[in-house]
């Protein structure tokens, strides 16, 4: 699993062409803009890691096997619903918000991984499979 810096990195590694004020973002981590969000992701990298919480944080995917971040991690049960909101709530009281756009991401996600089985069922498409490949890549 990432930690903080590898986050880190894997964003400073992107050839973005981003702006912001009109003026050119050449350090996404370093500029006001964006530093806040990124440090509320890394927060998120550095919990998981913390001994003593892996119930809470990870989860085994259902695509892999391994533990992933329950972030990334698609529902399977009503238990994997309750999971999440409590490590939603658990994070809400930590940071005072949504985690930089982790809270979307995961509903993203499992729209993804539900809308995307129903199409290929109704369309005899091959969207599904390359969704969660998609998935395993995140």
Known sequence: MKTRQ?????????????????????????HPCFRPAMDAIGLVYDLAGKPGNEDLFTAPSPLTGDRVNRFLHIHQTQDDLRDRCRLSRFMVR????????RCVGTSGLNAL??????????????????????????
Do not use: P, W
């Not at 809308?115 to 498409?125: K, P």
């Open 6 to 30: 590898d986050y880190i990195d894997s964003i400073s590694r992107l050839n973005t062409e981003l702006y912001a004020f009109g003026g050119r973002v050449t350090d996404l981590y370093e």
């Open 94 to 101: 930590k940071h005072g918000a949504c985690i930089g756009g």
């Open 113 to 138: 991984y539900a809308g995307t089985y129903d199409m290929d069922q109704e369309l005899g498409t091959d969207y599904h499979a390359r969704a969660c490949n998609f998935i395993r890549y995140v």
